[in-house]
Each structure stands twice: as structure tokens, then as C-alpha cells.
């Protein structure tokens, strides 16, 4: 084994470069090499003790041994060019001059080297080329042609008449004629055992790759029918193999993705380029759960399929891309949120632009008023008037400081609420009280309806009451003259049901789902009909949240508003959400533009 190895790494060593990395190859050349350089060898260390033997060599002699070393010039060419097909053509030269050369001088076609023309085409074959095989086959033709002219005009040196030499000959040269033949036989079965072996390896890591990657692989024809499908399909879909083939993968692709599936393999077929395209498969539920089947996202590449074939066919590689898919529609889903948010700052600070500058003009101008009274000649009463239009300038901005503060803090889960009992009913009429002054100015009746028996409750009065202004005044504002709004407040169960409800304006139905987003005012700014920061009831959502309680808006474009607000009776401030904005200032689920300013405005 020790020097098999040896003589194997020897000949490796002699291989051209282009047949070191084929196994086939390398051992075709292998064969080629070995024999031939193991006869030339025998041959050339044999010479000189066939000399010793026989003495001075015949013309014939010379050229036997001649071409029994020449196999090495063979061997050399291979090795330096790496032409198989090549070498196995002037070997095949080389052994056809020899059987002429013998068989011109021992008596032409009768001659017992003829019978080594057999071996010619043999030995071709062994190249697994038909060109070379077909230029021996009509090589060795040729000499057998040439000799029987030759004999047949005579043209042949008269061979000896010896009946027994000739027979000894003729016995010698079949019987070393079929030895090669042999060796030929030989080195075929070991070439064709070599293949099998490599073909078996090839199979083995194809199939490898099949069972274990998991991307699958497919065989299509140009109308989607599946005629192979890779075992990794029923780890993607849940389906064996078997259910997949002809049109069951087809009926597996969601049915608005079948257009893009159908012409993406057609388009493989019909050209020489890759083509790519993303769908949906229904994929089984797994056995032992309840989960109903669903939908998976698949990328799948295809390509023509390489081979001689009436109806052309296409190689397929799908991959879940399901993954992706969720981290594409969660980018995107971030990004609408961050243009929405930038949308909501611009209309933020459009908004406070306007609800600043009113008040401070007024500040401005009437204070300028009275620094100059002696000029303007101002009377005490005038004097009066533009004091108390200064305060209430200071108020309006004041409020809206608290409200932007409140908002902050409650976003940042800073608000403090400090629960205490007290009267429902008493600080609801307190409310409307404050606010009836502004309704009767704004042609709105204000109806309160509060039970005279409602029971105390705990909780934060101060929040309470900013509740209940809050959703006051927003309805006041929203309600058009002759209209009204009413107040009412009633107990289910354990809880407060706190109910305004206006006949304003409304809201629209594709705004209801964002109200109580901060600083949300649908509608863009320079359409605004009333003042106002959009944080009303987006405090209202905070407070609400942070007493456990509920707030439910019904409305309709042209017919009005109810928000209704569910308190706790017994508020415990143990039960409260986490105060952040997570969970009292809801997510604001995308929006486009074009249909942000398609709303109308309403605070």
C-alpha cells in the first residue's frame, strides 16, 4: 500500500495543472500515464540484458524496443500539455507504424503482428472520444488495406518459409495481442468503476445540499407545473414533497401574486437571463396546533435550465423572506409614524405661532397705549378697558403654558394626581357655571343634567374639573350659534358616566381614531375657524387614563359630538396605569398627507 501510494503521488506530481482538480480526469490521465511508463521503463532496463543475450540487434529488433520506450515521449507530451485526446491520437500513430513496420517484414496481412490492428481503435477507447476512436478505427482500416495491396502486387520481401517459427509467431503474437487487449478491459473497468464511484460521491452531496439547506429547490416548466421539488419544501409549507408537484405549488400562491409567479417563470424560459420575483405561499398549520393555515412571504430566482429538451424548463430557488418582509412593513410603519410626527410638530408650532402672537399684539399694543396716555389722552375708564384686555391676553397665554406643561408632564409620567372624595355633581355645576357667561356670548344653550343624588366619589377634583372644562369648552367652541350643548352626568355600577354632547360641527369618520393625539388638529392651520392648541383632549385622554377610566367619542360631520367619559367611583391609586406615554397618549397609527389635509379642523 506504502508504494502504491508512492507511485501514485509520483505520477500526480507529472499531471498537467488542468487535470489535478478533476477527479475524472485526473484519473483518465492517470491510466494513460502509468502503464506506459511502467513498459517503457521494463523495456529500457531489459535492453541492455537482451543484448548481452542476443548480440548485435536486428533493424526489426531495434525498432521494437524503439517503440516500446517511446510510450515515455507520450507520457512527457501529456504531462506538458495536458491533450488527452491528443496523446491517445499519436499513441495511436505510434502502435499502428509498429504492427506495419512487423507486419511489412514477416509477410504482409498473413503476418502475426496484423492481429495487433485489432488493438488500435481498443486502446482509442479508452480516451472516451469518439473522434479519437473514429480516427483509429479508420487508421487501423487503412493498414489492413495497405498490406493486402501490398500483397497483392507483390510488393512484400519474400517471408521464410519455416511452417513452425511461423506458427510460433502467429501463437505469440495473439496470445500477447489478447494480454493487452486485457489490460485495455482492465483499465476500461477501472475508469468505468471510477466514474460510478465519483458519479455516487456527486450524488451523495447533491443530495446533501437538497435535504439539508433550507432554501428549495424546483424544477418548473414554462406553465408553473412543478416537476421536482427539493425535500426542504415541507419544512417552508408543511406539505410533503409529493402534494407540491404539477400545479400544487401553484395553487398555494396567493391569488393576486399567481400574474407576477406565472410571468416570472415564463420570462426564465423564454430567455437566457435570471429572473427574480416575490410572493405569497399558504402554508399548512403545524400538526398538534390549532393555528389555522397562513400566508408566507417567498423570494424565488429562477433561471433557464441548461440542457437539449423540446419544451424548455426552469431551475428554481425559493427562500422564506417572511422575516424580511415584517421588518420591511415595521420600517415602513416607523417611517409614516416619524412623518406623522414631523407633520404634528409643523402643525404644532404653526398653531402656537397663532395662539402667541394674538395675545402678546394685544399685550404689546394696549400696554404702548397706556405708557403713552398722556399723549392719547386717555381717560380712566378707557384706561381701564385696555388693563383688563391685557389680563385677559395674560390668561390666554397663561392657559396655554398649562397646557403644554400638563401635557409634558404627563407624557414624561411626572403628573401627580392626589385622589381625595369629593362631590361629582357639585364640581360639574362649578364648571358650567364658569363657562355659562361664554355660552350665552356664543349664542349656545348650556344644559346641565346631573342627578342631585349622585354619590361622592374619590379622586383628583382638581383633574376632574379640568375634565369637565375641557369638554365644555371644546363643545362650546365647536357648536354653531343656536346651538347647544348639554352636560349630563349619571352612575352605572361603580362607575361615572360623564357625557357632553354638542350640535356642532362634528368630526370626520377618518378622524375619530386620532383624537386625543397631542397637538392633532385635522385640517391645515390657515383653515381654522376657531383658536385653539389641539392639546384639549389630548389632556382629557391623559387624565382619564390616569384615574382608570375610559373616554368614548361618537360624532358625526354636520350633526354633532358626544364624548362620554367612564370614572371610577372609588378611584385607588394603586390601580392606575404607569403615567407614561406609552400608555396615556396612544400610538398614532399612520396617516398619509393627502389625507391629513383632507379633514376638517376640530380641537
Known amino acids: 500500500m506504502i508504494v502504491l501510494s508512492i507511485i501514485r503521488d509520483c505520477l500526480d506530481a507529472l499531471l498537467h495543472p488542468s487535470a489535478r482538480y478533476d477527479a475524472l480526469t485526473r484519473a483518465r490521465h492517470r491510466a494513460f500515464m502509468a502503464p506506459r511508463l511502467l513498459g517503457s521503463l521494463v523495456a529500457l532496463a531489459a535492453f541492455p540484458v537482451y543484448l548481452a543475450m542476443r548480440g548485435a540487434p536486428t533493424a526489426l529488433e531495434v525498432a521494437a524496443f524503439a517503440w516500446l520506450i517511446a510510450p515515455i515521449l507520450l507520457s512527457w507530451f501529456l504531462s506538458r500539455t495536458g491533450r488527452y485526446e491528443g496523446a491517445h491520437i499519436l499513441s495511436a500513430l505510434a502502435l499502428a507504424g509498429l504492427v506495419m513496420m512487423v507486419a511489412v517484414t514477416t509477410g504482409g496481412i498473413e503476418s502475426f503482428a496484423a492481429v495487433w490492428l485489432i488493438v488500435v481503435p481498443l486502446e482509442a477507447a479508452l480516451s472516451a472520444s469518439r473522434r479519437v476512436v473514429a480516427f483509429a478505427s479508420a487508421l487501423a482500416l487503412s493498414c489492413v488495406a495497405l498490406l493486402i495491396t501490398l500483397g497483392h502486387f507483390h510488393l512484400l520481401p519474400a517471408a521464410e518459409p519455416n511452417a513452425t517459427l511461423h506458427a510460433v509467431l502467429m501463437g505469440a503474437g495473439l496470445a500477447s495481442a489478447t494480454l493487452y487487449a486485457a489490460g485495455l478491459a482492465v483499465s476500461a473497468e477501472s475508469l468505468a468503476r471510477t466514474s460510478v464511484s465519483l458519479l455516487y460521491l456527486e450524488e451523495d452531496r447533491y443530495r446533501l445540499l437538497a435535504r439539508n439547506m433550507s432554501d428549495v429547490i424546483s424544477r418548473h416548466s414554462r406553465n408553473g407545473a412543478v416537476g421536482f421539488i427539493s425535500p426542504a419544501a415541507e419544512a417552508m409549507l408543511g406539505a410533503p414533497g409529493a402534494r407540491l408537484t404539477g400545479h400544487g405549488l401553484f395553487d398555494r400562491v396567493h391569488v393576486a401574486d399567481r400574474p407576477a ?138 392657559s396655554v403654558v398649562n397646557g403644554i406643561l400638563d401635557m409634558s408632564k404627563m407624557e414624561t409620567g411626572n403628573f401627580e394626581i392626589s385622589p381625595e ?183
Open 421 to 603: 372624595p369629593f362631590a361629582p355633581r357639585a364640581a360639574l355645576l362649578h364648571c358650567c357655571n364658569l363657562l355659562a357667561l361664554k355660552a350665552r356670548d356664543n349664542g349656545v344653550d348650556l344644559i346641565t343634567r346631573a342627578a342631585e343624588d349622585l354619590p361622592v366619589m374619590n379622586g383628583d377634583p382638581r383633574a376632574f374639573k379640568q375634565i369637565a372644562l375641557n369638554l365644555i369648552t371644546n363643545a362650546i367652541k365647536f357648536t354653531e350659534r343656536g346651538g347647544s350643548v348639554t352636560v349630563s352626568a349619571a352612575v352605572e355600577g361603580s362607575r361615572l358616566m360623564l357625557s357632553v354632547t354638542d350640535t356642532g360641527v362634528g368630526i370626520a369618520a377618518e378622524d375619530l381614531a386620532r383624537i386625543g393625539d397631542p397637538f392633532f388638529q385635522a385640517g391645515k392651520t390657515y383653515q381654522r375657524k376657531h383658536e385653539g392648541t389641539g392639546l384639549g383632549l389630548s389632556i382629557v385622554k391623559g387624565l382619564v387614563a390616569l384615574h382608570s377610566g375610559e373616554m368614548n367619542v361618537q360624532s358625526s360631520v354636520g350633526e354633532g359630538t358626544t364624548v362620554t367619559v367612564t370614572l371610577p367611583l372609588d378611584f385607588a391609586p394603586s390601580l392606575a396605569p404607569s403615567s407614561n406615554i406609552a400608555t396615556l397618549i396612544p400610538a398614532q397609527r399612520p396617516e398619509s398627507q393627502d389625507e391629513a389635509h383632507q379633514v376638517k379642523k376640530r380641537a
Open 261 to 398: 409567479y406565472l410571468t416570472a417563470l415564463s420570462d426564465a424560459a423564454g430567455g437566457s437571463e435570471q429572473r427574480s420575483v416575490e410572493f405569497r405561499l399558504r402554508r399548512d398549520a403545524v400538526r398538534g396546533q390549532n393555528a389555522s393555515a397562513d400566508f408566507i412571504w417567498v423570494e424565488m430566482r429562477c433561471r433557464p435550465l441548461e440542457q437539449a429538451s423540446p419544451e424548455a424548463e426552469v431551475v428554481a430557488v425559493m427562500r422564506d423572506i417572511t422575516d424580511r418582509k415584517l421588518q420591511e412593513q415595521a420600517l415602513e410603519t416607523a417611517r409614516a409614524a416619524a412623518e406623522q410626527a414631523d407633520a404634528s410638530k409643523t402643525r404644532f408650532l404653526a398653531t402656537m405661532s397663532h395662539e402667541l402672537r394674538t395675545p402678546l399684539n394685544a399685550i404689546i399694543g394696549f400696554s404702548e397705549m397706556i405708557v403713552h396716555e398722556e399723549a392719547m389722552m386717555l381717560d380712566t375708564a378707557r384706561r381701564r378697558e385696555y388693563a383688563q384686555l391685557i389680563n385677559d391676553s395674560g390668561q390666554h397665554l397663561l
